[in-house]
């Protein structure tokens, strides 16, 4: 049992525990690398966040940068000192969640008695209870989850790997909250897509620091800020680099940031804004060193995964590798002299992808077989006969008979119920279709009615026929196909293994894109023996 004096200071102490920066400063235990109390000293970036109260705060980070245990804080604070029930959300319930729950939340509790003696229900990973609130732990793809769940904070972690179209959903959690906050935490990928859309209307600030030799608010920017000894990161002397002040190029020691940096400030490009956004990136860090940096940038030169991964998780900055969208040159170069048709040669080999939306956007294209490869896809070139938007779903029956369709491929989701009945009506001839995770490369698992592909192997096929012009467009192609198909950016990942791979992000609307898709799978599945002669 305490003494009344310990009892009489542990009472005084909680009385001082008003903002999220000072809970965690008494109440979090950390691990390794800097284990113990929590402290700032390792993150000085990150005391403004957690204290911050703007109904907004955005995060657009490098990866490893402590601001997922910002998040964490300003959760435990938010149960505990002011009751308020959170929402934590992150990319897919599993792993991620349930990886969270096993990696972050369950170490958090395991090393600090004051956060054990919080829960009373902690055996639910997606549920715990703290007293009378409610720490919930989701997954963005399920709508389900993301409804009926009020909560005063939700702490949305890694958004640019989220479903876009449910962040919207699970802001409304807070809309009947009289004080409430929500926080967008992730490193970023593309330009306008994800963080990066909700940093660029927030304050924007940046991290700054008195440089020790000449005392001038400076900051860390790569390239400027980095002086790389040697061009072969298999030499000894990549790590004689080191960082340097971009105002007087005065040598900044790594075993120093900790004193230098103790004292920085946040300072904001656009200070009217409601929204507060925060970027940093990892030349702070006091764990990387600057000959890694500079190892993980050379490297970056020869490989597009690379180079993605550094810019995005060592920088914290978008970035597009070469090649990684069609370009308005790209369709210029497949443009032939001809217009849209609304006939079809008896004789002709045609095929047809719909996008399911508002709006029903279609793609009817003929094909020729241009040489003897096994694969179908590669063997051929296409012309587009006809696109456009459709309102209803009957008007598709129109086009498969006008244009005397082969095979014709539709997006199985959000109408799954009208996809179907259309693909009843022509039995062999239209297929529902679903992107589905795991499947290898452009496989395509076929069902009696369904077919699953992977999103991002197909999408190559389909659009990597504007660069190897292997598809002819009319003149009067709609400007909104190309927009469309320009907005697909294919953004280089690697997976656990080192592994490179791939996913497609979009900056405005793709719908025509998915479209070219589609109907690049009808063409994989079309029956060669029915009703027509394929004649290379």
Known sequence: MLSIGMQIANGLNRKSVVTPSRWAESYRMMGMPFPGLFTFDHHPWSKAPHDCDAPEIVIQKAAQMGFTEVGLNKTFFNLDVLGNSVLYILPASKPDAADFANSRFDPALESSEHLRAMFTDTKNIGHKRAGHASLFIRGSRSKSQLKS????????????????????????????????????????????????????????????????????????????????????????????????????????????????????IWVPQKPDR??????????????????????????????????????????????????????????????????????????????????????LHYE????????????????????????????????????????????????A???RRKSLELVRRYPGVVHACFYVRGQSGSDINIQKETVSVNRASWLNVALNRFKAQTINLPLDLPLDYKNHVKALVHVYKEDANGVPMGKYNNDGDDHFGHARCYSEIALRLINLNKNKDIVV
């Not at 904070?153 to 807070?174: G, N, P, S, T, Y």
């Open 364 to 411: 009817i294209i003929s094909w020729k077989i241009t040489n003897k490869s096994r694969d179908i896809n590669t063997a051929a070139t296409g012309t587009i006969l006809k696109v456009g938007a459709l309102s209803n779903f009957e008007e598709i029956d129109i086009k498969l008979r006008q244009y005397d369709v082969n095979a014709a491929v539709i997006d």
């Open 274 to 359: 409601m929204s507060v956004g925060y970027h940093v990136n990892q030349m702070y860090s006091m764990v990387l060193e600057p000959w890694q940096l500079a190892t993980l940038y050379l490297k970056s030169l020869t490989n597009p995964a690379a180079e993605q991964e550094f810019y995005n998780s060592k920088l914290g900055l978008v970035h597009e590798v070469s090649g990684a969208r069609v370009s308005t040159e790209d369709i210029d170069n497949c443009t032939r002299q001809f217009s849209m048709t609304e006939t079809v040669s008896p004789s002709a080999l045609v095929t047809m992808g719909i996008d399911v939306g508002t709006k």
């Open 149 to 264: 769940v009020p909560v005063s904070l939700i702490v949305m972690d890694e958004i640019d790997e989220f479903v876009q179209k449910h962040i919207a959903l699970a802001e409304e959690r807070v809309s009947g909250q009289k004080t409430h906050q929500i926080m967008k935490i992730s490193t970023p990928t593309t330009a306008g897509v994800g963080i990066n859309l909700a940093f660029r209307n927030s304050t924007m600030e940046h991290f700054f620091f008195k440089c020790p030799h000449c005392g001038k608010l400076t900051e860390l920017l790569f390239p400027e800020c980095i002086e790389i000894a040697t061009e072969d990161f298999t030499n000894i002397k990549i790590k004689d680099t080191f960082y340097k002040c971009k105002e007087c190029n005065g040598r900044l020691e790594h075993e120093e940031k900790v004193h230098w940096m103790k004292d920085g």
């Open 413 to 415: 989701n959000p109408e």
